[in-house]
């Protein structure tokens, strides 16, 4: 009969191992209809979220001896370096999609090459029979400096997302609309507490602590599984849901033709002759405050009439950028693309091919 410890120690393992499995399967095979039609678009990111969650079977050897010191490394392993090259990965997986950013593709996939070796180093030292015990310094220093790069790489991609959100963190934003800041928001709390539960645990050189952590990180897992069940992007011109948001509806009550002509004239004055849109942090709140009109009229009058806020406004924002370049020939294509009032050679590129895209 296993000693209690050693039985409690195992289930907690299990517990966690479990988890990351349901959330794998899950990220995998639900999506909300009917957004199930473009996974690419709605759900960025998901084979990268399935992989880091189902590298959680390596843990196994941990689960069957957690009183081994081979399989303690590789729990510790598992628990410092992997996981926090697993945010890294998330991060950059989803939040790279959203905004059209490949670059962080092969320096991050590159940079995870020596922790997946030390993974299978691990997990081969704790299947094999006997204690390797030769390895234990070794393995300490390799413990804590991959520890260090990779947390190194965790917070770069935290910087790069928690960027992007300050950036965007307005609704109805309109550079670009489409951005999850919610998201980013959850996300970032959760990869900086489970980071410092990581580190806990790596220092504190403890199973105890190590088994508490375990379960600590296994219910931050079911939150973020709920964080994506339901996809936090919109497109308007594509999304039936839309139609159903009292935000984007046209009226809460009938307004005549008339005075439709004169909020939609209000609108074309302050977007197009007074170039509000030259503004990279144009909001329908300020377009609707110069008009002098409800923003909630002002949003399903744009909506039905210029296809939308982001839409109508980055449409002004791209014929602008043409019109700079013919009548200025020798101005690169970073000049105008600031001076068209896009936020970042990014988000022009993917406005561009969005809105190429869009009848």
């Not at 599984?225 to 849901?241: G, K, M, Q, S």
């Amino acid at each position: 009969m296993l000693p209690t410890r050693t039985y409690l120690l195992g289930l907690a393992a299990a517990v966690y191992v479990t988890t990351c499995l349901v959330v794998a399967a899950v990220r995998w095979f639900h999506m909300c209809r009917p957004y199930n039609h473009n996974p690419r678009y709605y759900y960025p990111g998901r084979p990268s979220v399935t992989a880091c969650w189902l590298s959680s079977l390596a843990l196994l050897p941990y689960v069957l001896n957690p009183e081994s010191a081979d399989a303690w490394f590789l729990a510790r392993l598992y628990f410092l370096p992997v996981t926090l090259y697993h945010f890294a990965l998330i991060l950059f997986s989803y939040f790279g999609s959203v905004m059209q950013w490949k670059k962080w593709q092969r320096p991050t996939l590159a940079v995870g090459v020596p922790v997946v070796l030390a993974l299978l180093v691990a997990v081969v030292l704790a299947v094999w029979p006997g204690e390797q015990l030769e390895w234990a310094t070794a393995g300490r220093i390799a413990l804590y400096v991959l520890g260090a790069l990779f947390t190194a790489v965790c917070f770069i991609s935290i910087r790069l997302v928690f960027n992007w959100a300050r950036r965007f963190d307005v609704d109805d934003f309109s550079n670009p609309a489409d951005f999850p800041v919610t998201q980013a928001q959850r996300w970032l709390v959760l990869v900086l507490g489970n980071s410092a539960l990581c580190w806990t645990g790596a220092l504190a050189n403890s199973p105890v602590v190590m088994a508490i952590i375990q379960l600590l990180i296994s219910v931050s897992s079911v939150v973020f599984l709920l964080t994506v069940l339901h996809p936090n992007r919109r497109r308007p011109y594509e999304d039936p849901a839309d139609a159903a948001d009292s935000s984007t509806q046209l009226y809460k009550r009938p307004i005549s033709k008339k005075k439709q002509a004169e909020m939609l004239a209000a609108v074309r004055t302050v977007v197009e002759q007074q170039e509000a849109f030259l503004d990279p942090h144009l909001t329908l709140q300020d377009v609707a405050d110069r008009c002098g009109y409800n923003r909630t009229y002002i949003s399903g009058l744009i909506k039905n009439e210029l296809g939308g806020f982001s839409t109508y406004v980055n449409r002004r924002r791209l014929a602008y950028l043409d019109e700079y370049l013919q009548e200025n020939p020798g101005a690169t294509l970073s000049e105008a693309i600031d001076a068209a009032g896009f936020g970042s050679h990014a988000t022009y590129y993917a406005l561009r091919k969005r809105l190429e895209e869009t009848p």
